[in-house]
């Protein structure tokens, strides 16, 4: 019944390259998955669902039904990776979440990193969380309370608090049966660490630069130097940046008093620069931090937030308008042009707005280039708004047969366009100034301004010059 | 003159942690060398400017003007590291490039790894990177036609053609013996791969573990089986997606008869993963690929393209409008009013929209949820729809003191939103299929869907019930 081959093909008979949809979960597999669940023929499935990688079974439950997701964690919960627990999507673990006891995530929780468990339970509220922690074994607990003492985004909750460090006047020979013999080490990891003997940390060394050295040659003469200190309350954003800038693999990361407390791993990096991306990607277009996993209603109340502050601007522009009623009345050509000066302006100030708010989060908007980023936004609007201005009059004079219904809508046009590309850069500039992340609140204020005034810049030099 | 502590501090004191300021390029280092390179006091800097990492040479180059940045260059080209110029922004780079001798490029690119030095020459047109392929060494040249081969952002490009392979039936100890003695390895790796007689990749070793672990132990033994394979021709999108989804630190890239030809190393995905969400941004933000570092004239230009098609799908609005200029005339109120029923479709379909592509872009929306996901919107359109149909016909109502337009305005607010709800979600779903990426076009569709729906709607029921 069940054609699993795209399952199999990924984890038992090695991968056939070129096509790559036999990576992931194919939707072939969710249907089959679906339909096993439904039958409650689950030993059809079992082995496909335990083969599968931790990402894989997280997406798999992600593509599932309620229903279908409360029957495969009571069919599957002990065949699943506890990592997958990490890897599910924020809303989707709530809901896996409400579906287990405490002691079942503590279990899972006790197998993973510190810093994916961290990440699993930092969201929980203030007793579940307690429930859990009681249920993990002592050291895990120490390192999981650790972890959430820092705040959140933070590199101290990013952190793995196992490392290897080792002492200045180490030789390889030394350090390399330091690693054959220690039993409580890091999974994966890609450098080690030097420390001073206050734990200060003072040179970084790549394994394979530890493999190609001999036996006799210390420590010290082949480590790099002064490496890049991450305060474990740095946030997140901060060491993603120091990452990829630099090209770290990992990050050390210090206390106070700059002893090493932990590292962070360049694949924990990638996820954050992938979500602080998304933030981003979600805050410009309203619909603040829901994916497509979040409930109904959750959704429906986050855009609501967002289409109320749009409604009274909105209602703001409609203010305007409702001035020049007698205007339009005696014209009602107005009515039918003045969206597209509008339209014109919001556009173009969006534009603007969606380079500048990612020049600020990439940092390479900085205070030695504002002014002639500014400039260079201005000119862009003079000559657009130039040109446009041309196109629309002369379509306005011959849409209407009145000339000097061209001249006003071209006027309109490149007043509007010059004020959306100072208001795309300046707005965001001081939002970011003022401390405020600039992706939130600027595409409101940009086209509250555009739609103000493309409106009356229309409306009144109509009044003037055309009724 | 020069006070050049933040530089200093992060190269030679080491960085204090806590002020992430010291990190990256301030703005007063880059006004110190922009006073230094016009008083051309160029000593002052020099010490400065080398000792700063790749990276932020790069990022001090981007944030000079024009006339400085060719006296930086003059001054300094000796003392950059090679690989600043590819850590540059496109613009800068070509801007750089141009002020380059084919010999002085060659030189540089001679010393990067394959695929940083790819990533700078292929975009270059064919006879500039003619010459300077000529003037590079042959066995460069070599590996860098052989990564010019490949399509542009497939794997083949990212690709580093060094990496450490050996034969199963090899002991760890021959394992680190052959990488102590090969001086052809890359600079960094974190993993062995290892290969069948026709170099076909049937495992990897993380290093961490060839350390940890005897000499006489074999090879075979201790390796990941069935390793990930990606062919050289996989788009870039997919390597990452796979990197991050199984957390790689580097991918295997093979050839079509599925020999080992080159690996791609994680930090190349990090920059893969940052210019495909940038490119969602900009795409949806109407804004083509260009930065802040474009020239102005290519700016204006790429912007123009968009807000063209925009002025269209606003003209055909106001088609739709032109239709009721009876109805608007003899109640101007409804031109007052009618900015409010499209704007909130448009906001509203944006911000279902921007749901729907970053969905598809990480693979979360797929065949199986789309039903699912697609009632969902709608819903969420209904339910939205509802509660801004009842706030906005009270205010109507109250504003211009007629209850119908209350009904009216309420009635066309639940249409638009729901066809908003509906658009936002179909037409990337439809480009997708189609095999058009969502971002670029599908939010000129859904405000001229909103727009258009929104006009009509509100005038016809105005026409009908209201005149």
Chains 1, 2 share one sequence.
Request: net charge negative; proline share 3%.
């Amino acid at each position: 019944m069940l054609e699993n081959e795209q399952s199999q093909s990924t984890t038992e008979d090695g991968i056939q390259p070129g096509d790559a949809e036999l990576y992931g979960v194919p939707a072939s597999l969710v249907e089959d998955v679906a339909t096993a669940l439904k039958a409650g023929e689950l030993d059809a499935i079992r082995k496909t669902v335990t083969d599968l990688h931790a990402a894989d079974q997280a997406d798999l439950m992600e593509q599932l039904t309620s229903r279908n997701l409360r029957r495969f964690i009571d069919a599957f919960l002990e065949d699943l990776d506890p990592e997958a627990l990490s890897e599910l999507e924020e809303t989707v673990r709530d809901e896996v979440i409400d579906l287990l006891e405490p002691q079942e995530i503590a279990a899972a929780v006790a197998e993973m990193d510190t810093d994916d468990a961290v990440y699993v339970i930092e969201d929980l509220d203030e007793s579940e969380r307690r429930e859990i922690l009681d249920a993990v074994p002592d050291e895990e607990r120490f390192e999981l309370e650790a972890g959430l003492s820092y705040p959140e985004d933070s590199a101290g909750r990013l952190m793995q608090q196992d490392f290897i460090s080792v002492p200045t006047y180490w030789t390889v020979g030394q350090t390399i049966d330091h690693m054959r013999e220690d039993e409580d080490l890091p999974e994966d990891f890609y450098e080690i660490f030097v420390v001073d003997a206050m734990m200060k940390p003072v040179g970084t060394i790549p394994l394979n630069r530890i493999l190609r050295t001999k036996r006799d040659v210390d420590i010290a003469e082949i480590m790099e130097h002064e490496p890049i200190l991450v305060p474990a309350n740095m946030d997140q954003e901060e060491v993603a940046f120091l990452v990829q800038q630099y090209d770290l693999v990992s990050a050390l990361v210090v206390d106070d008093s700059n002893r090493l407390i932990g590292s962070i791993m360049i694949d924990d990096i990638v996820d954050v620069i992938q979500e602080e991306a998304e933030e981003d990607i979600m805050l410009l277009g309203g619909v603040g931090d829901g994916g497509i996993h979040e409930s109904t209603f959750q959704t429906t109340r986050d855009r609501f937030v967002w289409l109320f502050a749009n409604l009274g601007t909105a209602i703001l522009a409609s203010i305007v308008i409702s001035q020049f009623g007698g205007t339009i009345e005696q014209m009602v050509a107005l009515a039918v042009l003045m969206p597209i000066v509008a339209s014109m302006g919001g556009n173009a100030g969006t534009q603007t707005l969606t380079i500048a708010v990612r020049a600020l989060g990439t940092k390479e908007l900085t205070s030695s280039n504002a002014l002639r980023t500014i400039s260079r936004e201005a000119v862009v609007g003079v000559i657009n708004g130039i040109l446009f201005a041309v196109i629309m009059g002369v379509v306005a004079a011959l849409w209407f047969d009145i000339q000097m219904l061209g001249f006003v809508i071209a006027a309109a046009m490149i007043i509007n366009m010059i004020v959306a590309a100072l208001a795309g850069i300046l707005i965001p500039l001081g939002l970011h100034k003022a401390g405020i992340d600039p992706a939130v609140a600027s595409s409101v204020f940009v086209t509250t301004i555009t739609d103000v005034v493309g409106f009356f810049a229309f409306l009144s030099l109509a009044a003037k010059y055309l009724v």
